[in-house]
């Protein structure tokens, strides 16, 4: 698989003031291969859709529904142009499996995160 990801938990902290927060932490940099989805689009004046992305990653990678995703490169460590500094959160996974159902790959498709 040509591109790189990083992968990111989250970890709660206490503040000083007592109040939770979120801490996000590089958990692991995975390889995926990495297919534009949808770029992001005005959809009223008012309104936007934001851009999605589909992944393909071994079934094996640390994954799931709490982590974000940032820092997808290709093979060179090149950032693309477009999708520096953002971040995503999985919106979708679908496992895939091989001949004798073994796993083979997970689709994931996630979705540029808004704060």
């Not at 290709?74 to 953002?86: P, S, Y």
Request: charged share 30%.
């Amino acid at each position: 698989m040509p591109h790189r990801i990083d992968v990111m938990s989250v970890e709660r902290i206490t503040s000083p003031s007592g109040q939770k927060e979120a801490s996000w932490n590089l958990e692991k940099r995975i390889k995926c291969y990495y297919v534009p989805r949808r770029a992001t689009i005005r959809v009223s004046p008012t309104s936007e859709e934001t851009e999605k992305i589909m992944l393909f990653v071994s079934p094996d990678a640390p994954i799931d529904f709490r982590t974000r995703l940032e820092n997808l490169t290709d093979r060179k460590g090149n950032t693309f142009a477009h999708l520096e500094d953002k971040k995503f959160e999985v919106i979708s996974m679908n496992h895939f499996s091989g001949y004798g159902g073994k796993p083979h790959h997970i689709q994931v498709i996630i979705e540029t995160v808004i704060e």
